[in-house]
């Protein structure tokens, strides 16, 4: 375990050495990606530091047990009693902290909110689920757009499209995905009685174009002489330059440069851009079949979550949680059913580890 926080520790000081290098900071892309590498790891580096001290300490009270004087004996024993808890605790924190984290957990998403069973209350609803993440993406200080909105006809939304961005906003959100059920009298009822509704939330995961992996192996290229006006430089040099990505048969080229560089460049962007435009388009059909699977039928008895509103309760059925604050949590206090899904998971995980 020891070997593992070192080399996290020297990757975190590694890290913030880029961070300082001028060359990083002229490359926004490169800088925001090892900012966020940087970040993820900050805790971890802490606690380490934290344990560091304390193995320290623990040590030096172990050689004073061995002092001839008792009240020296005394002082090591009582401080001991002290420490060796705290050592336990915080191993099982580190065990936490080094579970490997889904490579997705960093990424921003795309949040969809539709209105299912219910009629006009659920278009209420889902509006009322859009103002309590909307609070909360505020308090994780993520930033927020609308891609689409399509209003109910009495208030709310039938479906709202957002992008969050930000610090593990997949990793926080991944778990929202699916049926959401309130219990409640909806302001459309006249007769006071208690009616049950349904939303669908669904969390994908964006893709970036970091995450177009091209192999160098996988290109041929070609130069060749760049034909029709331009002069003599375009006449009597092999200017241009066509990638083929032989995996996928995609080819870009380029001749817009006076410098063979200059269009390797270019026409790697173009080719870049063409394999990000094609597993583009194959990630957007699978994000559909995804959706679909993560939000279920929509229909009220296909819930993860119920909102029931006259006993200020809410519960997740995934983990058998019942919280009695539900006029906090629609305020955006998210946290404690956050960190519980998450603290399941990395039971799951461990146990999983163990196995």
């Known amino acids: 375990m020891i070997d593992k926080l070192e080399a996290i520790r020297d990757r975190y000081y590694y890290l913030e050495e880029q961070m300082a290098d001028p060359e990083v900071i002229s490359d926004m892309d490169r800088y925001m990606k090892i900012s966020k590498e940087y970040k993820s790891l900050k805790e971890i580096v802490e606690v380490y530091q934290d ?65 299912g069973t219910g009629g006009d209350e659920a278009s209420i609803f889902a509006g009322d689920l859009y103002r309590m993440y909307s609070k909360y993406f505020e308090t994780q ?12 006809t009495v208030g709310g939304y039938s479906k709202i499209v957002l992008e969050i961005s930000g610090q593990d906003v997949y990793g926080k959100l991944k778990f929202e995905s699916g049926a959401h059920r309130v219990q409640r009298v909806p302001k459309t009822e006249s007769q006071g009685r208690v009616h049950t509704s349904a939303a669908t939330v669904a969390v994908i995961p964006k ?10 192996a996988d290109l041929k290229v070609d130069t060749f002489r760049s034909s029709g006006a331009g002069g003599q430089h375009v006449n009597k040099t092999e200017s241009g330059v066509r990638f083929t990505h032989i995996p996928t048969g995609v080819v870009a080229e380029s001749t817009d440069g006076r410098s063979q560089i200059k269009n390797r460049e270019i026409a790697l962007q173009r080719l870049y851009q063409k394999i990000y435009d094609m597993q583009k388009e194959a990630h957007d059909s699978e994000q559909a079949a995804k959706r679909r699977s993560l939000v279920g039928s929509g229909d009220r008895s296909d819930k993860i979550r119920t909102y029931n509103y006259p006993q200020n309760r809410v519960t997740d059925h995934r983990i058998n949680l019942t919280l009695y604050n539900l006029d906090k949590i629609v305020e955006g206090d998210l946290e404690a059913i956050i960190e519980a899904l998450q603290v399941a998971e990395n039971a799951e995980k461990m146990k999983a580890g163990e196995e």
């Open 141 to 152: 200080g993520w930033s927020v757009e609308v891609l689409d909105a399509n209003e109910g």
């Open 51 to 115: 344990y560091s001290k304390l193995l320290g300490n623990i040590e030096t009270a172990e050689e004073m047990l061995k002092d001839k004087d008792p009240d020296m004996k005394e002082m090591a024993a009582m401080e001991l009693e002290e420490l060796r808890p705290r050592r336990e605790e915080m191993e099982e924190k580190i065990k936490v902290l080094l579970i490997p984290k889904d490579p997705e957990d960093s990424k921003d998403v795309i949040f969809e909110i539709r209105s």
């Open 207 to 216: 893709l970036e174009m970091e995450d177009v992996d091209i192999n160098k």
